[in-house]
């Protein structure tokens, strides 16, 4: 039986590994030790002269030369989180181990908070909001809404999330507006969507939804000329990065322009200092990073891994591996 060991922040661990994905993970292999944090595992390699697969999430270890050299039969790292740029190591690729992560399973969770937020915006939901608790009154009707009947959405990067957005934007009437430089025109009519620039999507769309992953190329690529080309009563919603925004700019654009909202579950940095405009800003609605996965949510992740584990058991191939090409991509 292969051996295997968990190592990752105790704060999260039973919310990504819940006791059910535990039992079925030690009847495949055999846990050699008790779950550990990164700073307990260093106090001790030792433990991991054994270990054929390393079960990890949220503060797993890096896998450096050091660590490398006490793990001599580790062939496989099951990261249940997102991206493995602090964790992987040329060492570690020099020596073929497969990484596989939970990034897709963490993305359901953006996705559908993102659909919600669409949703929600295209109604003007959060406008008539701030206008009732102004006013202590109902709008008269009819009501002044895009709602989705042949709205425009624009989404920034088909990344992970991205695409995942896109999926749960296909049953409605609603037109969808793409920008990525990466992905060519084919591909996209496969996706149902329309490329554009982001000058064109920012003039077109009812809504924008940011899902660029944080690179240094994409630092500060949102800045506030895209923020006035918004159509009146636009909405955009960011549950990717703080800092590719250029957030000073947008809080100049969001203070001369009321009528478009801003919904932000992260920003630059997490969260906003104290004395920051945005808490205060009618038009701009703040979430804590929660558009991820979060409390059982979590165990979705786990269970991704656990179904990884079986296929690397079986001989088959990693349906989420991450390669050595894509983590040179990976924020």
């Known amino acids: 039986m292969k051996k295997a060991i968990y190592v990752m922040n105790d704060d999260t661990f039973d919310l990504v590994y819940p006791r059910f994905i535990r039992d079925e993970v030690e009847e495949l292999v055999e846990i050699v030790s008790p779950p550990l944090t990164n700073a307990e595992l260093q106090q001790d390699l030792s433990v991991l002269k054994d270990v054929d697969v390393l079960l990890s999430g949220w503060g797993g270890p890096k896998l450096d030369e050091n660590l490398l050299e006490h793990a001599p039969h580790l062939k496989a790292f099951l990261y249940a989180a997102g991206s493995i740029k602090s964790i992987a190591t040329d060492e570690a690729w020099d020596r073929d181990i497969l990484f596989s992560t939970a990034a897709h399973a963490n993305g359901i969770p953006v996705a559908e908070f993102t659909l919600s937020q669409i949703l929600f915006c295209l109604k003007n939901g959060w406008g008539f909001t701030r206008g009732i608790r102004e006013n202590y009154a109902f709008p008269p009707k009819p009501f002044a809404v895009k709602g989705s009947y042949r709205s425009k959405v624009g989404i920034i990067s088909l990344s992970t999330i991205g695409r995942r957005t896109v ?165």
């Open 167 to 331: 999926e749960l934007l296909r049953p409605f009437d609603i037109d969808v507006l793409a920008y990525d430089p990466f992905v060519s025109k084919e591909e996209a009519e496969q996706l149902n969507v329309q490329l554009c620039s982001l000058e064109e999507m920012f003039e077109q769309a009812d809504v924008v939804s940011l899902h660029t992953p944080l690179l240094p190329e994409t630092v500060g690529m949102i800045n506030g000329d895209h923020f006035r080309l918004m159509k009146n009563r636009a909405s955009f919603i960011n549950t990717a990065r703080g800092a590719i925004v250029r957030e000073n700019e947008m809080i100049d654009v969001l203070q001369e322009r009321s009528d478009i909202t801003a919904v932000l579950d992260v920003t630059d940095p997490e969260p906003p200092e104290i004395g920051s405009p945005l808490y205060t800003m009618d038009n701009v609605v703040l979430t804590p990073h929660l558009a991820g996965s979060e409390g059982e949510e979590c165990g979705r992740m786990g269970q991704y891994m656990l179904e990884e584990l079986k296929r690397w058991l079986n001989g088959e191939p990693l349906k989420w591996q991450v390669t050595k090409k894509q983590f040179g991509k990976m924020a």
